[in-house]
C-alpha cells in the first residue's frame, strides 16, 4: 500500500547523502509522492534529488536558506506552480549544529544556530499554511532534536539545545491553532543518527559504541527518522496532532 499517493511534500534540508532529509524524500516517492527538497548547498542538492529519482515530475530541488522569510515563500510558491497548486506535507528538517561551551558561544553563533533551526521552521511553516488552509488539509513534521529534552552534550550546545526546544512549543501552537483548519502539526525528536549532520566525521560504528548505554545499544539509521516522518505525514496518523515522536533508542523515556 502507498501511503502518499499523488501527495505534494516539501522536504527542507535534503542535499546531505546520508542524511534525514534524502531518507525521507526517499521514502516518500516510493510511497507515491511528489517531492520538492529544498536546501542551501544547491550542487549536493541536485544529486541528491536525481538519486532518488531522475524525474523531474516526481522530484524537483530548489535551493533554499530557511532563514529568509523571502526565499520560503519564493520556494513555496515554485512547489505551487510545479504541483498544480497544492501542498499537502511539509518536513521541517533543515538544521545546523555547534558543540559550544555556554560561556563560549558568541551572539554571531547564537543568532547563526537560530536563525536554522527555529526561524526557519516559523518562516517555512508560515508560508505553506494559506495553502493548506484553502485545502482544509495538511501535515506539518517538524525534526526537533533529543537535545530539547536532554540538555546536549554531543549533540550540541545552549543554542541549539534551546532553538530544538523552541521546535516543540512551536508545533503545540501550530497544532492548536490549524487543527481547526484540518491541518496537523507534530514533531520528531532523534536521537543519535548516522549522518554526519554534526561534521565530525565519526564513522557509523563509532557512533554505535557511543550508544552502548541506552537500551538498543546503537545509534539510530536515517531510514528510521524517515519511518516515523512518514507515519505523521500520512492517513495513520489522522487522528495525531501535536505530538513529539521521540526515535532515540531508549535514550531517553518520557
Not at 70 to 76: I, Y
Not at 103 to 120: K, M, P, Y
Not at 232 to 240: E, G, H, I, P, R
Amino acid at each position: 500500500m502507498r501511503l502518499l499517493e499523488d501527495r505534494v511534500v516539501i522536504i527542507s534540508g535534503a542535499a546531505h547523502p546520508k542524511g534525514i532529509g534524502k531518507a525521507t524524500a526517499q521514502l516518500f516517492v516510493e510511497h507515491g509522492a511528489r517531492v520538492a527538497v529544498l536546501d542551501l548547498d544547491e550542487t549536493s542538492l541536485k544529486e541528491s534529488a536525481h538519486d532518488i529519482s531522475p524525474d523531474p515530475s516526481k522530484v524537483i530541488a530548489l535551493q533554499c536558506d530557511v532563514s529568509s522569510m523571502e526565499q520560503c515563500q519564493r520556494a513555496v510558491s515554485q512547489v505551487m506552480d510545479w504541483s498544480g497548486g497544492r501542498i499537502d506535507v511539509l518536513v521541517n528538517n533543515a538544521a545546523i549544529t555547534q558543540k559550544a561551551a555556554f560561556q563560549e558561544i558568541t551572539e554571531a553563533e547564537f543568532d547563526r544556530i537560530t536563525s536554522v533551526n527555529l526561524r526557519g521552521v516559523f518562516f517555512l511553516s508560515k508560508a505553506v499554511i494559506p495553502a493548506m488552509k484553502a485545502q482544509a488539509s495538511g501535515s506539518i513534521v517538524c525534526i526537533s532534536s533529543l537535545s530539547a529534552q536532554n540538555g546536549g552534550g554531543i549533540f550540541g550546545g545552549a543554542h541549539y539545545c534551546g532553538a530544538k526546544a523552541g521546535v516543540l512549543g512551536m508545533a503545540r501552537a501550530m497544532a492548536k491553532e490549524f487543527g481547526p483548519h484540518g491541518i496537523r502539526v507534530n514533531t520528531i525528536a532523534p536521537g543519535l543518527v548516522t549522518t554526519d549532520f554534526s561534521k565530525t566525521g565519526r564513522s557509523d560504528e563509532s557512533k554505535d559504541e557511543s550508544a552502548q548505554a541506552w537500551p538498543l545499544r546503537r545509534a539510530g539509521r536515517p531510514y528510521e527518522i524517515a519511518n516515523g516522518c512518514l507515519f505523521l505525514a500520512s492517513d495513520l496518523s489522522s487522528y495525531v496532532t501535536g505530538t513529539t515522536l521521540d526515535i532515540n533508542g531508549g535514550a531517553y523515556m518520557n
